[in-house]
């Protein structure tokens, strides 16, 4: 059995920075049983001063189908990831811009490191991802670039278009890209009765409040809806700036919708919680994958979605809809025709969208790519 040593900046139980942590517990559940998964991640959540309860810091943890080695926050030592790495078959490392990945991509470089190393991409390198933080990456790339350190290795991205993505920035062959897409978490294939009135709505917001994520648009897209809605937000604050305007653009919102902020949900309680909900509102800035759509649509929830994301034939299949970002009287309307539905009508949507979410995640696991990357190097 292949070992594979994985380094990514966060694991569980943490679940703050939401879809990489997924991504990892999704590709361990579905093929523990065929790889031997190790992991190398910090020994807190983002934002925490303290560990995480019940963990051996420094040490292997037993954490689902993969051993797990939490470090403090400074701790990804050259020393330590070559050590790790020595035991591994293959290296695969989540992003290139932290320091655990600027540490592995040194000693891959410098001969230090001497199996293969994979990057995968993360969707750091679509354009709106990207210009974030601009003058940083890009000088960190064209360091990278000049000094040989993506010469040695293999990216992983999720499609042909961030392949595209990740050449306009990076010197790399044909040869050293592989795509593998995210594999979704595991579905509970049981109906989700949604119990509504007609006229009024349950809409949730659940991600990062971080300005990719896009909160802002969504408030002022509820700010021309007529119908009764009761619009709930989830999720941590990354960026207090930006939760600060998204509270001044809330208190905008019209008599007829009532809204609240609940927090933090842990991952495991993410589907749970929007079962409660009738629309998934998210006109997100860019999505590599998405598990928070896929956990909406496993939830019954319709969701709808900007066009930045891989989730594109929602409509063809009534789970929602996908409308280009400054649309925002498309989103409007399609919230008012939910709204206006009854509960037989919305629950024909429901199980429109849990069907979607069940077939789309039983054919990204029987085709995934993550075998041809582990198998072929």
């Known amino acids: 059995m292949k070992k594979i040593l994985?380094?990514?900046?966060?694991?569980?139980?943490g679940y703050k920075d939401g879809g990489p942590v997924r991504s990892i517990k999704n590709l361990t559940d579905y093929l523990g049983d065929e790889y031997d998964f190790s992991i190398l991640t910090c020994d807190r959540d983002h934002g925490d001063v303290k560990p995480y309860d019940n963990i051996k810091v420094n040490d292997w943890n037993k954490v689902g189908n993969a051993r797990v080695f939490y470090v403090p926050p400074k701790g990804f030592k050259k020393s330590l990831i070559k050590r790790l790495s020595d035991d591994a078959d293959i290296?695969?490392?989540?992003?290139?811009?932290?320091?655990?990945?600027?540490?592995?991509?040194l000693l891959k470089r410098f001969g230090r490191i001497k199996k293969p190393v994979v990057v995968a991409a993360m969707g750091l390198f679509s354009p709106l991802e990207f210009r974030l933080k601009y003058k940083k990456k890009k000088l960190f790339t064209m360091l990278f670039n000049i000094s040989g350190m993506f010469r040695k290795i293999y990216w992983s991205a999720t499609s042909q278009m961030e392949i595209d993505e990740i050449r306009q920035?990076?010197?790399a062959r044909d040869n050293q890209f592989f795509i593998a897409e995210d594999l979704p978490r595991k579905i509970d294939n049981t109906h989700v009765l949604k119990s509504k009135k007609q006229g009024e709505l349950e809409i949730a917001w659940i991600?990062?409040?971080?300005?990719?994520?896009?909160?802002?648009?969504?408030?002022?897209?509820?700010?021309?809806?007529?119908?009764r809605v009761n619009f709930t937000i989830y999720?941590?604050?990354?960026?207090?700036?930006?939760?600060?305007?998204?509270?001044?653009?809330?208190e905008k919102l019209p008599c007829n919708v009532t809204w609240s902020y609940k927090g933090n949900v842990e991952s495991e309680n993410v589907v749970q919680t929007l079962a409660k909900h009738h629309v998934f509102l998210f006109p997100t800035l860019g999505e590599n994958y998405g598990h928070v759509i896929q956990e909406a649509l496993s939830a019954g929830c319709a969701c709808l979605l900007s066009d930045q994301t891989p989730w594109k034939d929602l409509e063809d299949n009534?789970?929602?809809?996908?409308?280009?970002l400054d649309d925002t009287d498309g989103f409007a309307s399609a919230i008012e025709d939910y709204a206006q539905m009854t509960e037989h009508e919305f629950n024909k949507v429901s199980d429109s969208a849990l069907k979607y979410a069940v077939d789309n995640s039983a054919d990204k696991a029987r085709n995934t790519g993550y075998r041809k990357i582990f198998d072929t190097l």
């Open 6 to 13: 994985i380094i990514t900046g966060r694991y569980l139980p």
């Open 91 to 105: 290296v695969y490392v989540c992003g290139c811009f932290n320091d655990y990945a600027i540490n592995t991509l």
């Open 169 to 171: 920035q990076v010197r």
């Open 207 to 227: 991600s990062r409040i971080a300005p990719k994520k896009n909160l802002l648009q969504a408030i002022r897209i509820l700010q021309s809806v007529r119908s």
């Open 235 to 250: 999720g941590p604050v990354h960026v207090e700036d930006y939760w600060n305007q998204c509270k001044a653009e809330l």
């Open 318 to 324: 009534n789970a929602g809809y996908v409308l280009t």
